[in-house]
């Protein structure tokens, strides 16, 4: 069923809680691996399920230094734009996807990556709620304010919670909020409502390459498939 984007653009506190339940979300998902299911594919190419852990952790030390790093200069990018530097398979993102692997292998021991992993999104959400959302904050060579930052943030651990439980059947989905982000990341990067038979799974995964579009979406989606991927 679709999931409408109820957000109050005048709500402050929206970004913040929308990050706190996406990362309880795919927190939830995580706290209950093992060190055999750390092992199964994602929907990330060429990632196990302890290497997209790996790059989330990651995620999240990156949205605590620049939570915590103001920045005096003017916001070149929003919560909608920010997604327009990542596209799909490019040299840089080939070159992400060893560095990670790399990384997330020499944990021996899946239960200390887990154990990072999990107090790292507690501190990242209690960062977000303790944040100015008027501030402005650099990440990754742009300056945002935090409550863009902030839903982007929240999109991002969403879509890689979708990634993490391709193989995880009985895994709990992600939070409604952080569908919500995704939803109008989407809307706004295509400049277009997505087609109303699209649940929010499923516009996440084809809006961002994981899933091709079939004829007949194309067909619907007329000029705008040509859109696709937004952002990957």
């Excluded at 196990?48 to 852990?53: E, I, K, S």
């Excluded at 949205?63 to 005096?72: E, F, Q, R």
């Excluded at 709620?129 to 945002?144: F, Y």
Aim: with cysteine; hydrophobic share 45%; glycine share 10%.
């Amino acid at each position: 069923m679709k999931t409408e984007d109820t957000r109050d653009a005048g709500d402050a506190g929206g970004p913040a809680r929308a990050v706190r339940a996406a990362y309880e979300a795919a927190s939830a998902v995580v706290a209950g691996l093992g060190d055999e299911e750390s092992w199964l594919p994602t929907g990330c190419t060429g990632w196990a399920v302890r290497d997209l852990v790996f790059h989330c952790l990651t995620d999240a030390q990156r949205a605590l230094v620049a939570l915590h790093t103001p920045s005096p200069e003017p916001t070149d990018r929003d919560a909608v734009s920010y997604w327009q530097d990542w596209a799909p398979n490019t040299v840089g993102a080939a070159n992400g996807r060893r560095w990670v692997r790399v990384n997330a292998s020499m944990f021996l021991d899946f239960g200390q990556l887990q154990g990072l992993y999990l107090e790292t999104l507690a501190a990242a959400a209690h960062a977000a709620e303790a944040a100015d959302p008027a501030q402005h904050v650099g990440t990754q060579g742009h300056v945002l304010t935090a409550g863009d930052l902030l839903t982007t943030l929240a999109v991002e651990a969403t879509v890689h919670h979708l990634d993490l439980t391709v193989a995880l059947p009985l895994a709990p989905g992600p939070a409604p909020e952080g569908l919500a982000a995704v939803r109008a990341t989407l809307d706004g990067l295509l400049g277009r409502p997505a087609l109303p038979e699209w649940g929010d799974a499923h516009y996440a995964r084809v809006g961002t390459g994981r899933a091709p579009l079939t004829e007949a979406e194309r067909a619907a989606l007329g000029p705008a498939a040509d859109r696709f991927p937004a952002f990957g």
